[in-house]
């Protein structure tokens, strides 16, 4: 047995992370699996666990400290210095090939947006573009995705550091050069509302906030086409009932749509695909990761279902379960929030009749479900009440076209109602 010290592991995107709960001390036996602290981001909570077994030393962090990629945050007696030694190795090699990849790939970005932002930036200072920059890799992503030059950014934040607030400022500014006017600004209007009555003001969350911008972000970049309609859902609700008794389990009609949608975009392939950053090559996915809405207190998460077209109705029902449980608990893992290729937004046990879900980029697509009604239509001669689904797809009209969309829906609607492939899908 040997001291060790753990590292925080790649975060992705996420850079300095709140500390927000401790879960082990000094003098615990642990377990590779075992969290020992939870970390929340812009997008989620996320447990980290101790990565090998033994005997918790320290932890070299405390509630609300700031942490990001590769800072220690536990000191251990390791049981198995082999599994540690090929663990730490592992990290090493990975931290160094991604920050070199992020390197080079903002520095060939910066240079190839130079001459399109401002002509009369000159050759020299291309060359040094971002390499002073103080700025995190959400504020690059961002910066990445308007064709921003970052070394034109006034920095506000501390130690001259870019944030958010600073790109909105500069596209602000130089939309008001050009006479575009406020079309794309991101700015609220500063009003004293408190002149009309007494008001209150709430600190939005971190979760807000990253909602804020990524769906202004998806709003602006991707030409959003909806396309309505509603399926008959009787026939699923009837074998939904029976199956259920009959295997005495309880399973929402949500399952039973998410699997027969996954089964369905096999045959549509372009609306579980990824349109290229140069917007020259479609990327076909041979997987398909469902995202799934879920409603937490802290706002609106998007976890997703693995390879949910291998799935049975039964293991997607209990996966849902599980996120949902995990999302509301904030014990969400970034693996769980990364790599959907087609999201489902469920508001059937709210109300409303039909909405327009906002797409989830790399995605070009998602399909919003209402809550289903009745209503009476002609059958044989005669009349009778049956169950309909409300259904709402969006779609990135770039890359998917209008007849494309239709007969996705309309054979949505077909599948649906039959009761082989339904009873099928089951187990």
């Not at 790649?10 to 075992?34: F, M, N, P, R, T």
């Not at 769906?215 to 008959?232: A, F, G, K, M, Y």
Request: proline residues 4%; glycine residues 6%.
């Amino acid at each position: 047995m040997a001291n060790k010290i753990i590292n925080i592991p790649d975060l992705g995107e996420a850079e300095d992370v709140e500390v927000i709960e401790v879960c082990a001390k000094a003098g615990d036996q642990v377990d590779s699996e075992d969290p020992i602290i939870v970390l929340e981001s812009d997008k989620a909570a996320m447990e980290i666990p101790a990565s090998v077994i033994g005997k918790v030393i320290s932890i070299e962090v405390s509630v609300g400290d700031k942490v990001t990629s590769g800072s220690p945050f536990l000191q251990i007696e390791a049981s198995s210095d082999v599994e540690m030694q090929a663990e730490n190795d592992s990290f090493d090699d990975k931290d160094t090939q991604h920050q070199t990849i992020l390197e080079e790939s903002e520095k060939i970005e910066s240079e190839q947006s130079l001459n399109a932002q401002n002509q009369k930036i000159s050759r020299t200072t291309a060359k040094t573009i971002n390499k002073n920059v103080y700025a995190g890799p959400a504020v690059r992503k961002l910066a990445r995705e308007f064709g921003i030059d970052l070394s034109l950014v006034q920095p506000t934040g501390p130690k001259n550091r870019i944030q958010k607030e600073d790109l909105h400022q500069f596209v602000k500014s130089r939309l008001s050069e050009t006479g575009q006017g406020n079309r794309f600004e991101f700015s609220q209007p500063d009003i004293d509302y408190s002149k009309w009555g007494l008001i209150k003001e709430e600190k939005l969350s971190k979760f807000q906030k990253s909602s804020i911008s990524n769906l202004h972000t998806s709003w602006i970049n991707i030409p959003h086409v909806t396309q309505h309609d509603e399926c008959d859902l009787n026939i699923l609700l009837e074998v939904r009932t029976k199956l259920c008794k009959k295997h005495k389990v309880k399973i929402s009609p949500l399952a039973f749509i998410a699997k027969i949608t996954s089964k369905l975009l096999a045959d549509f392939p372009l609306l579980n695909c990824s349109l290229d950053k140069s917007l020259e090559k479609i990327i076909l996915k041979d997987y398909i990761n469902l995202g799934i809405a879920i409603d937490t207190p802290e706002g609106l998460i998007v976890p997703n279902v693995k390879n949910a077209q291998l799935k049975s109705i039964v293991e997607i029902s209990a996966e849902i379960n599980e996120l949902a449980t995990a999302a509301k608990k904030r014990k969400l893992k970034i693996a769980d929030l990364k790599g959907a290729s087609f999201s489902i937004s469920s508001l059937g046990a709210i109300g409303g009749r039909f909405f327009t879900p906002i797409i989830n980029p790399p995605e070009v697509a998602i399909l919003g479900i209402s809550k289903t009604y009745e209503k009476v239509v002609s059958s044989d001669g005669g009349f009778e009440n049956r169950s309909f689904l409300p259904i709402s797809l969006s779609y990135d009209h770039r890359a998917i076209n209008g007849v494309y969309a239709v007969q996705f829906t309309s054979q949505l609607g077909e599948a649906l109602s039959d009761d082989k492939l339904i009873e099928k899908s089951f187990k």
